[in-house]
């Protein structure tokens, strides 16, 4: 999984905490009236998986570009961030950067506008008003009461949707590999169930032999652990094992020097430990398990190194951890071979879904077939109809041409046409009153 790290440089700051941002420190010249748009390094898109991802990064640098916004940030603690409390040093920021800020939630307000509009568009097509003050309010992220400029209200929205939505964002994450999983599963019963007896017994067996190749693999070191530490320190850093220094080996592999170790950085740590799960060239090995594998063990060491919960590990929470009895673990580590992401049960739900959504598919299928042929009936009428109409129109064309009514003989070839006499000679049909 790819994370950018900027705002790990803000130390505790709960946003800069979860999005883990690549960036450069950019200095701030106040006596400028407006910083240049230049200096904020344009984001890369879709880093946190949050649709509101380029605002709230772009959001976040300017932030902190402000010396004192910086400091408060550094010394306000996890709680308190979460508590709103940071939001009302926004009061305080230089009024430069507060334009900016206003000009970020202009945009941002103008591209929810093109979203909103978009879809009615598409759902309900053009003619309809929209009010899309009403509309704006389902995005959590800022604050509608002031539509121009950026105030505490919507720093704390931005802070408070950025808490709980990456806060759901691993398990989004383990939910959509579990579906992954259990498809994968139901179309190779699919696959299986198209086969006569002796193909079946074929593939069951190559998929035995594909499992039991993928399982036969080296100790996969407990992540976290002093063995899977000494292994980095050996073969990736290239350390005498028996000098292994965790100080010395914290600041290697704090690569961005913010005395922290992000969530990037730590799973960088588990590249040894994955390669002797995974290759990329082999059939039997999956690389988006590899990155299920890589996330749960990036969870695992959270959950016993950061002791304050902020997603960041300091170099004191990484002594301390390699004091405890934990850091001696020498069990194996149980992957995914050990530890499947579904059940029976649970696959057997899905397929029931499936099922459910194949058979609605079906009948929506089959009502617009039936909506198809009716209005392919409906088109041969409007056609016969319209050879009627061509016809009967080339008859009136006719009569005009020759004066002659519905029904008059035509003279044959060569013959002179009726005479005066000869018509007066013609009876001529009695009415009802004659």
């Not at 009461?145 to 209200?153: G, I, K, M, R």
């Not at 922290?260 to 290759?279: H, I």
Request: one cysteine or more; proline letters at 4%.
């Amino acid at each position: 999984m790819v994370k950018c790290r900027a705002v790990a440089q803000c130390g505790l700051f709960l946003l800069s905490v979860w999005l883990c941002i690549q960036s450069v420190p950019i200095g701030v010249d106040k006596t400028k009236e407006e910083p240049p748009k230049e200096e904020l390094m344009p984001p890369d898109s879709g880093e946190t998986g949050l649709h509101y991802d380029r605002y709230l990064r772009e959001v976040i640098e300017y932030l902190e570009k402000d010396a004192h916004f910086k400091q408060k940030l550094k010394n306000t603690s996890m709680a308190d961030i979460k508590k709103g409390r940071l939001s009302k040093e926004l009061d305080f920021v230089h009024h430069n950067l507060r334009t900016k800020l206003d000009e970020l939630k202009r945009e941002e307000m103008g591209r929810l506008r093109m979203l909103i509009k978009a879809k009615h568009d598409i759902q309900e097509g053009n003619g309809r008003t929209v009010d899309y003050q009403a509309l704006l309010k389902q995005f959590e992220h800022l604050s509608h009461q002031n539509p121009s400029t950026f105030e505490v209200e919507d720093l704390n929205s931005l802070i408070q949707s950025a808490t709980k939505d990456l806060e759901n964002f691993d398990k989004v994450r383990h939910d959509d590999f579990k579906s992954y999983e259990m498809m994968k599963e139901h179309e190779r019963k699919e696959r299986m169930s198209a086969l006569n007896e002796e193909q079946r017994l074929a593939e069951e067996q190559r998929h035995e032999e594909m499992k039991k190749k993928h399982a036969e693999h080296p100790k996969v070191n407990h992540p976290g652990s002093e063995d899977q530490l000494k292994e980095v320190w050996q073969e990736t850093d290239g350390m005498d094992p028996d000098q292994f220094d965790p100080k010395t080996f914290f600041r290697m592999h704090d690569s961005n020097g913010d005395g922290y170790l992000d969530e990037n950085e730590l799973e960088a740590l588990f590249t040894k430990e994955l390669e002797k799960v995974y290759n990329p060239e082999n059939e039997e090995d999956d690389m988006l398990e590899m990155e299920e594998e890589r996330l749960r063990m990036r969870q695992h060491v959270m959950s016993e190194v950061d002791t304050n919960t902020d997603r960041l590990v300091s170099l004191g929470e990484f002594i301390a951890a390699t004091q405890n009895q934990e850091f001696l673990e020498k069990d194996e580590w149980e992957t995914l071979d050990h530890k499947p992401a579904y059940t029976d049960e649970e696959l057997r739900e899905y397929e029931s879904h499936l099922a459910n959504e194949g058979n609605d598919i079906n009948r929506k299928s089959e009502e617009l077939q039936r909506q198809r042929q009716e209005l392919e009936r409906q088109q041969q009428e409007l056609n016969a109809q319209k050879i009627g109409l061509q016809q009967a129109v080339e008859e009136m064309e006719k009569i005009k041409s020759t004066g002659q009514g519905p029904g008059a003989a035509v003279p044959a070839a060569g013959q002179p046409p009726a005479t005066g006499q000869q018509l007066h000679d013609v009876p001529v049909p009695m009415t009802g009153n004659s």
